[in-house]
């Protein structure tokens, strides 16, 4: 089956700094890549969505200078954490879509997730 | 605005009874896809099933069964003969359904912590 995979599984920074959390289909070219945030014990919260050479669409609440996301092509999404604080700390996972002929929706595969721990 | 309702935040059962996890959602939307996933102590997200809109049809999947009823807006998952590596939290999601292959963003439930004792 299709593979996402997510690189660090895991980070542990000091406040202030910038982490860069990669995103990459490896056997398919995914046109949407989506980046989710679940802390502790909580569900999956959708953050933003990103379409291969454009701006990314965040969800309301997410702040998008702080959260960059970048989709450069079309098997890899980046996403940003600028100026990481404690209350950043969280699991951070992907999810990529890969379009399917004759089928309504294309098939969604997630990545191993990104746990960021900022001390 | 869609929404998920896991009312169940926690259920513990002994090993080899049956479990029902409830999914109750809410949408606009005519169409739409349903999905239920596995998120072991690791962390990492298993698919288990999607399901539109348009298909009313219960599942069976070995052990795993899903009841979808839309005139209820529920999508419940039942495991027989549970387990003790069944025990995860288990999360119920919607999408909208896009027309051309596209795909959307998941609305997930609180998802329900399963506990099997052995």
Redesign the interface.
């Given at each position: 089956g299709a593979v996402v995979s997510q690189h660090p599984s895991w980070v542990i920074c000091k406040s202030g700094t910038s982490v860069k959390i990669e995103c990459r289909s490896l056997d398919f070219q995914a046109?949407?890549m989506?980046w989710?945030r679940q802390f502790p014990k909580?569900?999956?919260?959708?953050m933003a969505?990103s379409n291969e050479g454009s701006k990314a669409t965040y969800?309301q609440g997410v702040e998008k200078d702080k959260f960059l996301i970048n989709h450069a092509s079309l098997t890899l999404s980046t996403l940003t954490v600028t100026s990481a604080h404690p209350e950043d700390s969280s699991?951070y996972?992907c999810?990529a879509?890969r379009?399917?002929?004759g089928?309504?929706?294309?098939?969604?595969?997630?990545?191993?997730?990104s746990?960021l721990t900022v001390l | 605005a869609q929404k998920v309702t896991q009312a169940q935040t926690e259920i513990s059962v002994v090993e080899k009874e049956d479990v029902t996890l409830d999914c109750v959602y809410e949408t606009r939307d005519t169409?739409y896809?349903l999905f239920w996933?596995k998120q072991p102590p690791s962390?990492?997200?298993v698919?288990l099933i999607r399901r539109?809109s348009f298909d009313e049809q219960n599942e069976i999947s070995g052990r795993y069964s899903w009841n979808f009823q839309k005139s209820t807006s529920s999508f419940n998952f039942t495991i027989t003969a549970s387990q003790v590596v069944d025990s995860a939290v288990y999360?119920c999601a919607l999408?909208e359904?896009?027309?051309g292959?596209?795909?959307?963003?998941?609305?997930?439930?609180?998802?329900t912590h399963l506990i099997i004792q052995p």
């Open positions: 046109t949407t989506f989710y909580q569900s999956l919260m959708l969505t969800e699991f996972i999810s879509s379009r399917t002929s089928s309504l929706a294309g098939e969604l595969f997630f990545g191993e997730g746990r | 169409t896809y996933y962390g990492e997200l698919f539109n999360f999408s359904l896009y027309s292959g596209g795909a959307d963003g998941l609305t997930f439930g609180k998802g």
